[in-house]
């Protein structure tokens, strides 16, 4: 009988260090989300989403946090192509940023959180869009059409989208083609491309 009350202390006793542990990830986890919003404000190459856990990935799981860091980090990926299109020549590098960026972008844009996949649909409408004034012709922008219509279906009081779909097709319709060149053309709010200016956690 003492043994057996022993052993049920030792495993009461590892459940409750066990809890705390587990506590201590859960509580870690919003605060590396405000910190990684705040470095991604200053300089969002180098903003980070995860904390340091004792039971790996168990308290994510639990909060449910990964959506919100794969959202995060798809937005980062595509300031890092925007940011590349800025500075660089370089035609193969940027587009295998653009399909990472794309890639990245895909798992938020199927999000059950409208603003999250409507602002995602809008981040590939505009990489679409970006394609098509390298080059890419007539189907990216068809495509950057489509994308920005699906972000305003899951998400009707998305103003980024709406507003770049409308001065896409005004830009389309008299040639057949938009015109222009380059990514500061005019698009979106703040002439930042739409959505692509945000901070994460602003549209999260």
Request: no cysteine.
């Amino acid at each position: 009988m003492t043994a057996l009350r022993l052993a049920a202390i030792t495993v009461l006793a590892a459940l409750a260090v066990l809890a705390a542990l587990l506590a201590a990830d859960v509580r870690a986890w919003p605060v590396a989300l405000d910190r990684g919003d705040a470095v991604y404000a200053i300089a969002p190459g180098r903003a980070r989403w995860i904390p340091t856990t004792r039971l790996g990935g168990l308290a994510e799981t639990l909060v449910g946090t990964a959506g919100d860091v794969a959202a995060r980090r798809a937005l980062q990926d595509y300031r890092q192509v925007a940011g590349l299109q800025e500075q660089l020549n370089d035609a193969l590098g940027i587009q295998t940023q653009q399909v990472a960026a794309i890639n990245a972008l895909a798992g938020p844009a199927d999000s059950a959180d409208s603003q999250v996949a409507a602002q995602a649909r809008t981040l590939v409408g505009i990489l679409a869009f970006t394609e098509s004034a390298e080059g890419g012709g007539v189907s990216q922008t068809d495509t950057a059409i489509a994308d920005f219509t699906d972000a305003i279906r899951v998400d009707p009081g998305d103003t980024a989208a709406k507003f770049d779909l409308e001065l896409l097709l005004r830009l389309s319709v008299p040639h057949g083609k938009r015109r222009g060149t380059g990514l500061a053309n005019g698009f979106g709010r703040t002439g930042q491309l739409g959505a692509s200016a945000g901070v994460p956690g602003s549209g999260y």
